[in-house]
């Protein structure tokens, strides 16, 4: 996954943004309110509260007036249950509080990954049409019969046409939905099963960034 991490405690950050790294994900790391609202939008946020140009959940707030619904993890000092009630009515989707285990934390990561994951959301690429409740994708109208690896990758893709998804993004989304050891098959195998079945030009292979859905 892309994390957002809100951290100006330089060992807490570089401790998280490693040990996340280290499991597959992507890590953006930002020292300041402002630097966090102009980063580039995340699949999961970290923040942190107290920050030298403001608090964490002022930004929170702001996400979740702006309609921004990535889920959110508040990692933080303050204990109190009206600490934890004010972050969850702010749009938090999970409290850690400081100090805490950085295997907890990316347990909790894939947690409210797969917690907060899309319930229902339909969309084409050209003549691929996906539904995601139904985990159930047409290509000219026709059925496609896709196993669970197959479909988790495509879904992961079609999440935004375009974008180039690392091979880490794509295996750590695997790993939210609990799939990381549902099959030996390597990316590349599962993509070359996708391109026979929805034809070659459709997913194209980034040699060293990863695999993009083409618009």
Known sequence: ?????????????????????????????????AEAWDAPPPDLALIDLHLPDGDGLDLLRLWRGAGQLWPVIVLTARDQVSDRIRGLNAGADDYLVKPFDLDELLARVLAVARRTAPAAAAGSVGGLRLD??????????????????EWAVLACLAQRPGRIFS??????????????????????????????????GLISTHRGLGYRLER
């Open 1 to 33: 996954m892309n994390l957002l991490l809100l951290e100006d405690d330089h060992d807490l950050g570089r401790a998280v943004a490693d040990h996340c790294s280290n499991a597959g994900h992507v890590v953006h790391w930002c020292r300041q309110v």
């Open 132 to 149: 995601t409740d139904a985990h159930q994708a047409w290509l000219d109208g026709a059925p496609v019969d896709l196993t669970q690896m």
């Open 167 to 200: 091979r880490g993004e794509i295996e750590g989304r695997l790993q939210a939905l609990g799939l990381a050891e549902a099959s030996s098959n390597s990316l590349e195998v599962i993509v070359s099963r996708l391109r026979k079945k929805l034809g070659g």
